[in-house]
């Protein structure tokens, strides 16, 4: 039996708690259709692929494509080790906030596509790597200490979300529930697909505050 049981959960480390919103001007936007690396690519090629219709800081309906940053996600065969995304600049007089655009299966701030993440801390149902790329054992162990984490903060953002089914999912889960936990009540109430699941509420929270991460 694990030490643990009757415990809350212990506390996310703070990175993974942090909002972004309020202390850089722009920022990361998760496109929560993109799953796939032909999709993004297809994206990509056309000025207008990824292009956000207002400005999230000042409402401007105006952006250019200022540059194309690199993404270097490892441990995923079947991704490039270098994958491009776009970057937009506000026209708005006197904001010129820039965002960049993460396709929805690329995490952010941890080098890998989450499916690899998720092969680590959820491997029941999730689709089997192919072939081999080691992980290094303290960064499996880290991802494993965060999802164990409590999920509190990402509670009571799904609670204050102004969504009836985010609402009824966070009383379900309560506020002394694991990430983990949450990532599975989650994936089922969204029926979203092993190898997806960690992906879904990742762009979910980032969605309703900018810089929490779930991982
Ligand atoms: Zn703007």
Redesign the pocket.
């Known amino acids: 039996m694990s030490p643990s049981i009757g415990f809350p959960p212990p506390d996310p480390e703070t990175c993974l708690v942090t909002s972004r919103v309020s202390r850089f001007k722009g920022g990361t936007l998760i496109n929560e259709e993109v799953h796939d690396l032909e999709t993004h690519e297809r994206r990509l090629c056309d000025p207008d692929g990824y292009r956000p219709c207002r400005?999230p800081?000042?409402?401007?309906g105006i952006?250019h494509v200022h540059c194309y940053p690199e993404r270097h996600p490892r441990g995923e065969l079947g991704l490039p080790p270098v994958v491009r995304i776009v970057q937009y600049v506000?026209a708005?007089v006197g904001?010129?906030?820039t965002w960049r655009i993460l396709p929805m299966f690329l995490a952010r701030h941890l080098w890998r596509a989450w499916k690899t993440v998720e092969r680590v801390v959820m491997p029941a149902g999730t689709p089997p790597a192919v072939g081999t790329l080691a992980i290094p054992p303290r960064t499996e162990q880290r991802w494993r200490t965060r999802f164990a984490a409590s999920a509190r903060v990402l509670v009571v953002l799904l609670a204050a979300s102004g969504g009836v089914a985010l609402e009824a999912l966070a009383s379900r889960t309560g506020l002394d529930a694991s990430r983990a936990e949450l990532t599975a009540a989650h994936a089922d109430a969204a029926r979203a697909a092993p190898g997806a699941r960690l992906a879904a509420l990742a762009e979910l929270v980032h969605r309703l505050e900018r810089g929490v991460r779930l991982m």
Request: net charge positive; hydrophobic share 20%.
């Open positions: 400005c800081r000042c409402g401007h952006l506000c708005g904001c010129g906030a």
